[in-house]
């Protein structure tokens, strides 16, 4: 995951090195915009979750809260932070450590299906997309053409 410079306060950076604990939580058609809302700048005090009635949600030994009204979602632990020297953005990697998905977007062979979970794609910081698959294919190998699955 890539923040913004640390040029100023950025509190999600923050609590990320802070507990060594984060969370993903995808975005659906219907929350884009109240989710769009979390990424104002507000106190450090104050809870992106009052401000914009989504719901916290914990689970055992995941420190950071997950938004209860998403449908697809990652614990993630970190595992390094890098300060790119390009344009000073700050590289986050972690590791993720649990998955919570909607039973019915999983397909026989694991396939996750963002469209069943009306998942929407961010371009930019305010450029919202639903997504349109156009297939699935099969696994790339030398001189042999992919199958649609």
Do not use: C
């Not at 055992?60 to 209860?68: L, N, T």
């Not at 972690?94 to 929407?120: F, M, Q, R």
């Amino acid at each position: 995951m890539i923040s913004r410079p640390h040029s100023v306060t950025r509190d999600t950076l923050e609590n990320i090195q802070s507990t060594g604990s984060y969370t993903i939580n995808h975005v659906s058609a219907d929350l884009w915009k109240v989710a769009h809302q979390t990424s104002a700048r507000y106190d450090a005090e104050i809870s992106e979750f009052d401000e914009t009635g989504l719901t916290p949600e914990f689970f055992d030994g995941v420190v950071a809260p997950f938004v209860a009204e998403s449908r697809l979602k990652y614990a993630l632990e970190l595992r390094e932070t890098q300060t790119l020297e390009v344009n000073n953005t700050v590289l986050i990697i972690g590791e993720i450590v649990d998955v919570i998905v909607e039973d019915n977007a999983i397909s026989e062979d694991g396939y996750v299906d963002i469209e069943a979970l009306e998942t929407v794609a961010v371009s930019g910081l305010d450029s919202y997309h639903v997504t349109n698959r156009l297939g699935r294919l099969s696994y790339a190998k030398p001189n042999k053409k992919p199958e649609e699955l």
